[in-house]
C-alpha cells in the first residue's frame, strides 16, 4: 500500500513540531524518516498511525484519505521506540494480542503467531514473560507483535535506538532481509545516517518540521539539498570517523 | 600503595566503631519511640478489651446495638468502596490519559477531603441535607431522611474517602505512561479491549492498594460521620462511633471489646498494605 503524506502541520501548544510535511511512499518501498531530535520525524510517524491528528494536512492510503480515520481502523503495524510490550502477557500473548481482538478464531491465530515466532527466530520462548528477554529479543517479540494481523503499512520508531552495537548491525541487517521477505510497505525513524542509507529505500531528510530532502541514499549522499542535509551528513561522517 | 591500603584498615573500623554507637543509640530511640506510641496502646487495647474475661467480651460485640453498628459500617463501606473506585478509575483515567482545560484544578479538588477536617466536611453535608439545608424542605417532601440516617452517613464516607484510590492510581499511571495502551490501539483493540486486558492487569496491584486504604478510611471513620449521624443507638451508629458511646456510659471493657475489632481491622490494613506495596515495588521496577 501506498502512502502519501500531503502538506502535515502539527503544533504541540506553542511548539511547531512538523511543519508543512509532504512526502510519499511506495508500494512495498522501505522508506527512512531521518533527522535530528526534535526534526518532528516521531510526530509524523505517529500522525500516519493515526496516534496523533495533524492540525492541517492530509493523510492517504492509497486513494483513501485516512486522516482523521481512527487509528485502530487504519490496520498499520507500530514498533514503539521501548517496545510497549504487554509486561504482564507471556511472548505467545503479545504477538497473539492483535488477532485476539479481532476475534480471529484460536486455531488460527496460534498457527499465525507460530509462523511468525519463527519468523523472528524466537520459537522456544512462547511461554517467556518480555522482562526475561534481552534488548534486541524484545525488539523481535515487538516486530512479530506488529506483523500478526497482516498490516498494510509497518511504522517503526526509532527501532534500533535502545540496543548495542553489535546487535544493531545484525538486527539491521535482518529487518532489510524480513522486508525483502514480506514486502510490506515501511517507514523507519532514525538519527543515523548510516542506518537509513544501509537499510532504506528512499530517505525522507527532516529539519525543524520541515522536510529537505527526499530521495535515494545515494542520491543525497551525490547532492545533498541545502547547507542543512550536507552538514547533517558531514558531521555524522566526522563522529564515526574520530 | 599496600603501606596505604594497610593503614587505612584502622582507621576504617575505627569509624565503623563510631558508627556503631551512634546508630545502637538511633535504632534504640526509634524502637523506643514506636514502642512507647505505637506498640503499648496497642496492647492497652486488647488488655482492656479482654480484662473482664472472654465473656464479657464476646457479649459486648454479639450485644445487638454493636451488631447493629457492624452492619452499618460494612453497608457503609460496601457501598462507598465500590462507588470511589469507580470513581477514582475514571478521575485517574481522565487526569493521566486525556489534556484537558481545568485538568489540573480537577487534581487539586480530589485532594479537597484530606485537606478539610472532617468535622467541616460533615457540617457541609448538613447544610446541604439537614432540615435546615438548602435541600432539606424538597427531602422532607419527598419523605426522604439523610441526615441523622444511613444514606447521610453513606455520603458523608463517600466524600471523605474519595481521594484514596484515584490519588494512588493517578501516581501509578502517571509512572506507567501512554505507550503499552497505544500499542493495543494500533493492533485494533477497542476501548473496553484496552482497559480490560491492558491497563486494568497493569495497575491491579495500585488499585488494590488504594482500595485497601480507602477501606480502612470508610471503616474507621469518625469525625464527618460523627457529625451526620445522630448517634441513635441501633440505628446510626457506625462501629467508631459505638465506642465512643460506650465509652462515654463507663462501659471501658465494651468500648475496647469493640475498639479491638477495628484496631484487627487496621492489622489487617497494614498486613495487606505490605504484601501489595511489595508486589507493586515488582511490577514497577
Known amino acids: 500500500m501506498s502512502i502519501d503524506v500531503l502538506r502535515v502541520t502539527k503544533n504541540f501548544g506553542d511548539f511547531r513540531a512538523v511543519d508543512c510535511a509532504s512526502f510519499k511512499a511506495q508500494t512495498g518501498e522501505l522508506v527512512a524518516l531521518l533527522g535530528p531530535s526534535g526534526s518532528g520525524k516521531t510526530s509524523l510517524l505517529r500522525i500516519i498511525a493515526g496516534l496523533e491528528v495533524p492540525d492541517s494536512g492530509t493523510v492517504h492510503f492509497h486513494d483513501d484519505d485516512v486522516t482523521f480515520r481512527a487509528t485502530r481502523e487504519r490496520n498499520v503495524g507500530f514498533v514503539f521506540q521501548h517496545y510497549a510490550l504487554f509486561r504482564h502477557m507471556t511472548v505467545f500473548e503479545n504477538v497473539a494480542f492483535g488477532l485476539r481482538v479481532r476475534h480471529v478464531p484460536r486455531a488460527q491465530a496460534d498457527e499465525r503467531v507460530r509462523e511468525l515466532l519463527q519468523l523472528v527466530q524466537l520459537r522456544g520462548y512462547e511461554k517467556h514473560y518480555p522482562g526475561q528477554l534481552s534488548g534486541g529479543q524484545r525488539q523481535r517479540v515487538a516486530l512479530a507483535r506488529a506483523l500478526a494481523p497482516d498490516p498494510k503499512l509497518l511504522l517503526l520508531d526509532e527501532p534500533f535506538g535502545s540496543l548495542d552495537a553489535k546487535v544493531r548491525q545484525e538486527l539491521r541487517a535482518w529487518l532489510r532481509r524480513l522486508h525483502d521477505e514480506i514486502h510490506t510497505t515501511s517507514v523507519f525513524v532514525t538519527h543515523d545516517q548510516d542506518e537509513a542509507f544501509a537499510v532504506a529505500d528512499r530517505v525522507v531528510v527532516l529539519d525543524r518540521g520541515r522536510v529537505q530532502q527526499v530521495g535515494s541514499p545515494q542520491a543525497i549522499r551525490r547532492a545533498p539539498a541545502n547547507d542543512f542535509v550536507a552538514d547533517f551528513i558531514g558531521i555524522q561522517y566526522a563522529e564515526k570517523r574520530s | ?285
Open chain 2, 1 to 285: 600503595m599496600s603501606a596505604t591500603v594497610i593503614e587505612l584498615y584502622p582507621r576504617r573500623s575505627l569509624a565503623a566503631g563510631g558508627s556503631r554507637v551512634v546508630r545502637g543509640i538511633l535504632i534504640a530511640l526509634a524502637l523506643g519511640f514506636v514502642g512507647l506510641l505505637l506498640i503499648a496502646p496497642l496492647i492497652a487495647v486488647f488488655v482492656e478489651a479482654f480484662r473482664k474475661g472472654w465473656e464479657v467480651y464476646a457479649a459486648s460485640i454479639v450485644e445487638p446495638d454493636a451488631l447493629a453498628a457492624i452492619r452499618l459500617t460494612l453497608l457503609t463501606a460496601a457501598i462507598a468502596v465500590p462507588l470511589n473506585t469507580f470513581f477514582g478509575l475514571a478521575a485517574a483515567w481522565a487526569v493521566t490519559r486525556f489534556d484537558f482545560r481545568g485538568k489540573s484544578v480537577l487534581v487539586t479538588l480530589i485532594d479537597l477531603p484530606f485537606a478539610v477536617s472532617p468535622v467541616i466536611s460533615g457540617l457541609l453535608f448538613i447544610q446541604l441535607f439537614g432540615a435546615r439545608g438548602w435541600l432539606g424542605d424538597w427531602l422532607r417532601d419527598q419523605g426522604l431522611k439523610v441526615i441523622f440516617a444511613p444514606p447521610g452517613i453513606i455520603l458523608a464516607t463517600l466524600f471523605i474517602t474519595f481521594p484514596f484510590v484515584a490519588r494512588e492510581l493517578i501516581a501509578f499511571m502517571e509512572t506507567q505512561g501512554r505507550e503499552q495502551e497505544e500499542a493495543a490501539v494500533v493492533l485494533g483493540a477497542n476501548g473496553w479491549q484496552t482497559f480490560f486486558r491492558v491497563t486494568l492487569p497493569n495497575i491491579k496491584w495500585g488499585l488494590l492498594y488504594g482500595v485497601i486504604l480507602c477501606n480502612s478510611r470508610a471503616m474507621g471513620e469518625f469525625g464527618a460521620v460523627s457529625v451526620v449521624s445522630g448517634h441513635v443507638r441501633g440505628e446510626t451508629n457506625t462501629v467508631p462511633l459505638h465506642v465512643e458511646v460506650l465509652y462515654n456510659e463507663y462501659q471501658l471493657s465494651s468500648a475496647f471489646a469493640v475498639a479491638s475489632l477495628l484496631t484487627l481491622l487496621a492489622l489487617g490494613t497494614l498486613a495487606a498494605r505490605h504484601f501489595v506495596e511489595r508486589r507493586t515495588r515488582g511490577d514497577r521496577a
